[in-house]
Nanobody, 123 residues
Framework: QVQLVESGGGLVQDGGSLRLSCAASGRTDVKYAMGWFRQAPGKEREFVAAISKSSGTIAYADSVKGRFTISRDTTGNTVYLQMNSLKPEDTAIYSC????????????????WGQGTQVTVSS
């Protein structure tokens, strides 16, 4: 079992930046591809970004390309999402997830999910 805990959410103004973190605990000897998803009120959950076990493969949703950067630390147990040039439409609950492959995350499939952290961008 793997537990995922997100942090770093908050309130920021239009054009601002935030850095989200997701810490994995439990069976961290098994490495997973990690990803970020978001869900805005009244909308379905959507894929944001994913990074492979080796950090060699990275994928982004078109809506965040050039503004968001996903990375993971050297232990592979913490994944980050640096969010720049934030817009009001980025407001959502952001959750991290773990899966065997980035391709699984891109389709919304994951083995483990975190509880999420709220990001609010004011105009």
């Amino acid at each position: 079992q793997v537990q995922l805990v997100e942090s770093g959410g908050g309130l920021v103004q239009d054009g601002g930046s935030l850095r989200l973190s997701c810490a994995a605990s439990g069976r961290t000897d098994v490495k997973y591809a990690m990803g970020w998803f978001r869900q805005a009120p009244g909308k379905e959950r959507e894929f944001v970004a994913a990074i492979s076990k080796s950090s060699g493969t990275i994928a982004y949703a078109d809506s965040v390309k050039g503004r968001f950067t996903i990375s993971r630390d050297t232990t592979g147990n913490t994944v980050y999402l640096q969010m720049n040039s934030l817009k009001p439409e980025d407001t959502a609950i952001y959750s991290c997830a773990a899966a065997q492959l980035t391709s699984e995350l891109r389709t919304g499939s994951a083995n483990y999910w975190g509880q999420g952290t709220q990001v609010t961008v004011s105009s």
